[in-house]
């Protein structure tokens, strides 16, 4: 509720600022300065911009192509969740569009133990990604285990980033 | 001749491969035992042919004492005694002296004399002493031994002189296969298998790949290797042979391949697939490839290592919601669990006389190699805060020592610890994160 209040704040402000830039608008009366209705649904998400903002994501979660997991984990996050599903419908709209799932693990734990959990994830992804209807696309998975890391240094902000899975077509 | 069809074989792999061969590897004993039995190594005699071009005998291309001393002192169990203690320089057994070594405080003596037959062939006899007991202990001929496996003669010699005084065969005459990663910015990273002399000798490279290469596995006569590469963009599982550096596909199914390991007869291996959809055991007959599927569950199963008796296997399974040990038979009967202690047990071998296996473990924060001795279920880590990260632990083939991988100083290194955790050695790279150590079987003696 609170989040709900502060975006219609946010907005407001917004429109009063993007008004006091432009006379022009200025002029002609300002639209209904009811309380603006906050969408609940932002891009299709089921969230609003705030909650959304809230998980790290800003604007349309489609714009998101990694999602992160905890360590030795392939449990899908409310954030990685948002996300996927925003590939999914967006899959949904298209056929014939080669899906890729990348899995990928921290350097913690042997190489071939994580190959698997690397395969895991991205098969958590694409499970997921199926259940909310990402249409007829073929959907690969494949696993690097901890062999693709993008941050390279030893400690636990390398390591988070390095728990992955790229969604890519 | 069997011997020089040996030969020629190895001159082939020498002249493929020299123009790729990079950085020596130096060995360091970080911790060794109180004391190590203290051995003399005499350096040999050298007598023959004559070098027309200096007029003295041929200069040995390879110091055979020199190799045999520091095997001995590189396994923490004997300590070297510098030459300059030494009162007298025998090298048959009628110019022995036991007094002269009771003063150099040498309980093991080895003395030898080499010939030069010409045409860069030798003959070398090499003897060893107990000197408390004033008894020859081992005494060895090699006949026509060509100049190029000297090295490997040595590191007989050394084998026979170890398993002489400590009642255990030496592994000295062994190869170790690792991989290096050289990065030359984010972008640029080279992986390169290589293949070294127990000693660090003559690294030598086997195949080179942009992306990561994991898991090498020596075949159980020391000719091939098994080993994961991603050079298709998938894992994928490859036999490559050693000596013509031949390589095929064995395992590029569906989903995931890795984790290969060698039957103890050579004749199957196995491996993990996920081509049922998650990651089980399999094992592929190498001669026929039909492929038999050992385990069937939903929780990742892999890394299978054979027991030595070749009737079972041992693998990671995180089924119970944490990666364990488990044993199973090889026809997919008999299943158990391993280990119960902390919540990461993965990737584990056997010691070669199959009473203990060697895993990594974390027991609390920090990854550790570990034992555990099958008889009594005790878990011993054998590895501390001296390195992190510690991967892929593999036993010498005669269970006196185990190789595995670590971060040390952000770098990846080598490391070997005793299988009583009493002697500890680094390997020392001069370039390059070095991961994936996999120690061969012992070769065939010469």
Same mark, same amino acid.
């Given at each position: 509720m609170n989040n709900?209040?502060?975006?219609a704040?946010l907005?407001?402000m917004?429109l009063?600022?993007?008004?006091?830039?432009?006379?022009e608008?200025?002029a002609?009366a300002p639209?209904?300065a009811?309380p603006?209705?906050?969408?609940n649904?932002a891009?299709g998400?089921?969230?609003?911009?705030?909650d959304l903002e809230?998980?790290?994501?800003?604007?349309?979660?489609v714009?998101?192509?990694?999602?992160?997991?905890?360590?030795?984990?392939?449990?899908i996050?409310?954030?990685?969740?948002v996300?996927?599903?925003?590939h999914?419908r967006?899959?949904?709209?298209q056929s014939?569009v080669?899906?890729?799932?990348?899995?990928h693990?921290?350097?913690?734990?042997?190489r071939?133990y994580?190959l698997?959990?690397?395969?895991?994830?991205?098969?958590g992804?694409?499970r997921?990604?199926s259940a909310?209807?990402a249409?007829?696309?073929?959907?690969?998975n494949?696993?690097?285990?901890?062999?693709?890391?993008?941050?390279?240094?030893?400690?636990?902000?390398?390591?988070?980033?390095?728990r992955?899975?790229e969604?890519?077509y | 001749?069997?011997?020089?069809k040996?030969?020629s074989?190895?001159?082939?792999?020498v002249?493929?491969?020299?123009?790729?061969?990079?950085?020596?590897i130096n060995i360091e004993i970080?911790?060794?035992?109180?004391?190590?039995?203290?051995?003399?190594?005499v350096?040999f005699?050298?007598?023959?042919?004559?070098?027309?071009?200096?007029?003295?005998?041929?200069s040995l291309p390879?110091?055979?004492?020199q190799?045999?001393?520091?095997?001995l002192?590189?396994s923490?169990?004997?300590?070297?005694?510098?030459?300059d203690?030494?009162?007298?320089?025998?090298?048959?057994?009628?110019?022995v002296r036991?007094k002269d070594?009771r003063?150099?405080?040498a309980?093991?003596?080895?003395?030898g004399?080499?010939?030069s037959l010409g045409?860069?062939?030798y003959?070398i006899?090499?003897r060893?002493?107990d000197?408390?007991r004033?008894?020859m202990?081992?005494?060895?001929?090699?006949?026509?031994v060509?100049?190029n496996?000297?090295r490997?003669?040595?590191?007989?010699?050394?084998?026979y002189?170890?398993?002489?005084m400590t009642g255990r065969p030496g592994?000295?005459?062994?190869?170790i296969a690792?991989?290096?990663?050289?990065?030359?910015?984010q972008?640029?990273v080279?992986n390169?298998l290589?293949v070294?002399?127990?000693?660090?000798?003559?690294p030598?490279t086997?195949?080179e790949s942009?992306?990561?290469i994991?898991?090498p596995?020596?075949?159980p006569?020391?000719?091939?290797?098994a080993y994961?590469?991603?050079?298709?963009?998938?894992?994928?599982?490859?036999?490559q042979?050693?000596?013509?550096?031949?390589?095929s596909?064995?395992?590029s199914f569906?989903?995931i391949n890795g984790?290969?390991?060698?039957?103890?007869d050579g004749?199957?291996?196995?491996y993990?697939s996920?081509?049922?959809?998650?990651?089980d055991?399999?094992?592929m007959?190498?001669?026929? #490839?039909?492929?038999?599927?050992i385990t069937?569950?939903w929780a990742?199963d892999t $890394?299978? =290592?054979?027991s /030595?008796d @070749?009737?079972?296997?041992?693998?990671?399974s995180?089924?119970?919601g944490?990666?364990?040990?488990y044993?199973?038979?090889?026809?997919g009967?008999g299943l158990?669990r391993?280990?119960?202690n902390?919540?990461?047990?993965?990737?584990a071998?056997?010691?070669p006389?199959?009473?203990?296996?060697?895993?990594?473990?974390?027991?609390?924060?920090?990854?550790?190699?570990?034992?555990m001795?099958?008889?009594?279920?005790?878990?011993?880590?054998?590895?501390g805060?001296?390195?992190s990260?510690v991967e892929?632990p593999?036993?010498?083939p005669n269970?006196a020592?185990i190789?595995?991988?670590?971060?040390k100083?952000?770098?990846?290194?080598?490391?070997?610890v005793?299988?009583?955790g #009493?002697?500890?050695q680094?390997?020392?790279f001069q370039?390059?994160?070095?991961k $994936?150590? =996999?120690w061969s /079987?012992s @070769?065939?003696?010469f």
């Open positions: 709900k209040l502060s975006t704040l907005l407001a917004a009063t600022l993007t008004a006091c830039g432009n006379k608008v200025v002609e639209p209904a009811a603006v209705a906050v969408d649904n891009f998400s089921g969230y609003s911009v705030s809230s998980m790290g994501i800003m604007g349309d979660p714009n998101y192509r990694t999602v992160y997991f905890a360590y030795d984990s392939s449990e996050a409310e954030r990685s969740r996300i996927v599903e925003a999914a967006a899959l949904g709209s014939g080669e899906v890729t799932l990348e899995g693990c921290d350097e913690r734990g042997t071939e994580n698997a959990l690397g395969e895991r994830r991205s098969q992804v694409a997921l990604m909310v209807g249409g007829n696309n073929p959907v690969q494949v696993s690097y285990g901890e062999e693709r890391p993008v941050a390279l240094e030893h400690n636990d902000s390398a390591w988070s980033q390095n992955r899975v969604i890519l | 001749m069997k011997l020089f040996f030969a074989l190895f001159l082939l792999v002249s493929c491969v020299c123009g790729s061969a990079s950085a020596q970080t911790q060794g035992v109180a004391r190590g039995i203290p051995v003399a190594v350096p005699e050298l007598s023959g042919q004559v070098d027309p071009a200096t007029g003295g005998v041929a390879h110091d055979v004492a190799i045999v001393s520091n095997d002192a590189r923490g169990e004997f300590d070297a005694i510098p030459s203690r030494f009162l007298s320089f025998p090298h048959r057994p009628e110019e036991f070594w003063v150099a405080k309980e093991a003596l080895v003395i004399e080499i010939r045409n860069n062939s003959s006899e090499a060893g002493y000197v408390f004033e008894k202990v081992v005494g060895r001929r090699f006949d026509e060509p100049g496996l000297l490997k003669v040595s590191h007989q010699i050394a084998d002189i170890y398993e002489a592994a000295f005459d062994t190869q690792y991989v290096t990663v050289e990065r030359s910015g972008a640029q080279r390169f290589r070294a002399d127990s000693d660090g000798y003559g030598r086997l195949f942009s992306n990561s994991i898991s596995a020596w075949s006569d020391a000719t091939r290797l994961v590469t991603f050079e298709t963009n998938r894992s994928q599982i490859v036999v042979n050693v000596t013509t550096l031949d390589r596909v064995v395992a569906r989903g984790a290969p390991a060698w039957s103890p004749n199957f291996l196995a993990t996920s081509t049922a959809g998650n990651a055991i399999y094992i007959d190498m001669t026929t #490839r039909t492929r038999q599927q069937k569950h990742i $890394e299978a =290592a054979w /030595p @070749g009737q079972s296997l041992v693998f990671t995180d089924r119970s944490n990666p364990h040990i044993r199973i038979d090889r026809d009967s158990e391993l280990t119960f902390g919540k990461y047990n993965a990737r071998s056997y010691a006389n199959g009473q203990s296996l060697v895993m990594i473990s974390r027991p609390n924060k920090e990854f550790h190699v570990a034992i001795d099958l008889a009594t279920g005790e878990q011993k880590s054998l590895t805060g001296e390195v990260l892929s593999s036993f010498a269970g020592m190789l595995y991988a670590a971060q100083q952000y770098n990846g290194i080598l490391a070997a005793s299988a009583d #009493r002697v500890k680094e390997l020392r370039n390059g994160d070095v $994936e150590p =996999a /079987p @070769g065939t003696r």
